[in-house]
T-cell receptor
Framework: QQQVKQSPQSLIVQKGGISIINCAYE??????FPWYQQFPGKGPALLIA?????SEKKEGRFTISFNKSAKQFSLHIMDSQPGDSATYFC???????????FGQGTRLTINP | DVKVTQSSRYLVKRTGEKVFLECVQD?????MFWYRQDPGLGLRLIYF???????EKGDIPEGYSVSREKKERFSLILESASTNQTSMYLC????????????FGQGTRLTVV
C-alpha cells in the first residue's frame, strides 16, 4: 500500500523560480520525513530532513514545510537552477522501523 | 565517504534464469535494503536485513529472496526471472537507530527478455 503520496509526478520550472513538491502521509506514527535527490545514473542521496516537532527547516535554497494536522509536508526550492534538475523523493519512517516508505517521485526540470 | 557498491550497472537476463544482484557497503552498517524503482511508483522495499543472516520481507517480496552471510554484503536473488521484474534495483545501507540516513548504491538496471 502507498502510505506516502507525492505530487506532482513531473514539474517544469524556469530558472530562478520556486519549485514546490508536495507529499501527504497516512500513518500518524511517522516521525521522520526526509527528502532524497536522485540524478540520472545515480542512486538517491539525502537532501534534507525534518522531524514533526518543527514546522519548517531551511538549508540554503531548500526548505521543508511541515503541517502535522494536515499530515502533509512539502519541499520548496528557491531560485531554482538547472543543476537542480533531478528526481526528488519524499519519504517517511517512524521510531524503531529502521526503514523508509517513499513517495512516487517527482521529476523536476529547470529550464535555463 | 560511505560507499555502497552494486556489482553491475546493467544486466540482461532471459526469462526463467536465476539472477543474483550483489551489493557491498564499506561503512559497517547494520541495516541493508533492496528497493525496486519503477516510474510513477517510486521506491518499493523488497527485503531488508538488520543483521547477518537476518531478513525481513518488505512490501513486494514475491519472486525474490535475499542472502546476507557477511555484514558488508547483501545479495538479491531472482529465483526465476520474469519480464515483470525488469526494473531498476537499488541497494541501500544505514546504521541502526532512529531516523538514520540511508546511503544508496548507483543501481542495477535489469532487463528480462
Amino acid at each position: 500500500q502507498q502510505q506516502v503520496k507525492q505530487s506532482p509526478q513531473s514539474l517544469i520550472v524556469q530558472k530562478g523560480g520556486i519549485s514546490i513538491i508536495n507529499c501527504a502521509y497516512e500513518n500518524t506514527a511517522f516521525d521522520y520525513f526526509p527528502w532524497y535527490q536522485q540524478f540520472p545514473g545515480k542512486g538517491p542521496a539525502l537532501l534534507i530532513a525534518i522531524r514533526p516537532d518543527v514546522s519548517e527547516k531551511k538549508e540554503g535554497r531548500f526548505t521543508i514545510s511541515f503541517n502535522k494536522s494536515a499530515k502533509q509536508f512539502s519541499l520548496h526550492i528557491m531560485d531554482s537552477q538547472p543543476g537542480d534538475s533531478a528526481t526528488y523523493f519524499c519519504a517517511a519512517s517512524y521510531q524503531g522501523a529502521q526503514k523508509l516508505v517513499f513517495g512516487q517521485g517527482t521529476r523536476l526540470t529547470i529550464n535555463p | 565517504d560511505v560507499k555502497v557498491t552494486q556489482s553491475s550497472r546493467y544486466l540482461v537476463k532471459r526469462t526463467g534464469e536465476k539472477v543474483f544482484l550483489e551489493c557491498v557497503q564499506d561503512m559497517d552498517h547494520e541495516n541493508m535494503f533492496w528497493y525496486r524503482q519503477d516510474p510513477g511508483l517510486g521506491l518499493r522495499l523488497i527485503y531488508f536485513s538488520y543483521d547477518v543472516k537476518m531478513k525481513e520481507k518488505g512490501d513486494i517480496p514475491e519472486g525474490y529472496s535475499v542472502s546476507r552471510e557477511k555484514k558488508e554484503r547483501f545479495s538479491l536473488i531472482l529465483e526465476s526471472a520474469s519480464t515483470n521484474q525488469t526494473s531498476m534495483y537499488l541497494c541501500a545501507s544505514s546504521f541502526v537507530g532512529q531516523n538514520t540516513e540511508a546511503f544508496f548504491g548507483q543501481g542495477t538496471r535489469l532487463t528480462v527478455v
